[in-house]
T-cell receptor, first 114, second 115 residues
Framework: GAVVSQHPSWVICKSGTSVKIECRSL??????MFWYRQFPKQSLMLMAT?????????EQGVEKDKFLINHASLTLSTLTVTSAHPEDSSFYIC??????????FGQGTRLTVV | AQSVAQPEDQVNVAEGNPLTVKCTYS??????LFWYVQYPNRGLQFLLK??????LVKGSYGFEAEFNKSQTSFHLKKPSALVSDSALYFC?????????????FGKGTRLSVIA
């Protein structure tokens, strides 16, 4: 299957700082990328959908000024958590889709805000 | 609206026995159905999909799933479970195919295969 690389795998940051998470499709062009958040023992919650070169579409209840998403190329999308707080601590997962029906997922990023 | 139900939070099965993880869906139009597996602190791995054609779909690691339109189900199955199959399994659906349409996931079913 297609490969999606997400970096970093885990990050610890201080409250009030910003953290950037990268999602790359390594062997296909991702016309659409999705960002999810997963709480312990729960399913994936869709945060936003982004298309290359366009502004991301955020789900209801997700603060677009706090979770900045950029999809500047067909192989790279980034999620920046701005002014992070402990309640932002979570597991963030990106997903990318190109010409196939299925989406492929990154390895996830464990964010801990202290 | 699209939705997916995985009625079991946990499924326990002995190694070597057949396993079934249940999934039912609700969608307008023809469904695109998927199964993914997640290991601890990892992203999701694609197992298989149903788009059209044969109702029995074969996927990775010996898994298969049967699409049943009348029962709106897409249960995941494997004839002989392995301890290494222990993980969290997600069923997902898309109601129509456009690039922007995200997957809708079930809540997940934790599979535990006991040696």
């Amino acid at each position: 299957g297609a490969v999606v690389s997400q970096h970093p795998s885990w990050v610890i940051c201080k409250s009030g700082t910003s953290v950037k998470i990268e999602c790359r499709s390594l062997d296909f062009q991702a016309t659409t990328m999705f960002w999810y958040r997963q709480f312990p023992k729960q399913s994936l919650m869709l945060m936003a959908t982004s298309n290359e070169g366009s502004k991301a579409t955020y789900e209801q209840g997700v603060e677009k000024d706090k979770f900045l998403i950029n999809h500047a190329s067909l192989t790279l999308s980034t999620l920046t958590v701005t002014s992070a707080h402990p309640e932002d601590s979570s597991f963030y997962i990106c997903s990318a889709r190109g010409g196939r029906a299925e989406a492929f997922f990154g390895q996830g990023t464990r964010l801990t805000v202290v | 609206a699209q939705s997916v139900a995985q009625p079991e939070d946990q499924v326990n099965v002995a190694e070597g026995n057949p396993l079934t993880v249940k999934c039912t869906y609700s969608v307008s139009g023809n469904p695109y159905l998927f199964w993914y597996v997640q290991y601890p602190n990892r992203g999701l791995q694609f197992l298989l999909k149903y788009i059209t054609g044969d109702n029995l779909v074969k996927g990775s690691y010996g898994f298969e799933a049967e699409f049943n339109k009348s029962q709106t189900s897409f249960h995941l199955k494997k004839p002989s479970a392995l301890v290494s199959d222990s993980a969290l399994y997600f069923c997902a659906v898309r109601g129509y195919v456009t690039g922007n349409t995200p997957l809708v996931f079930g809540k997940g079913t934790r599979l535990s295969v006991i040696a």
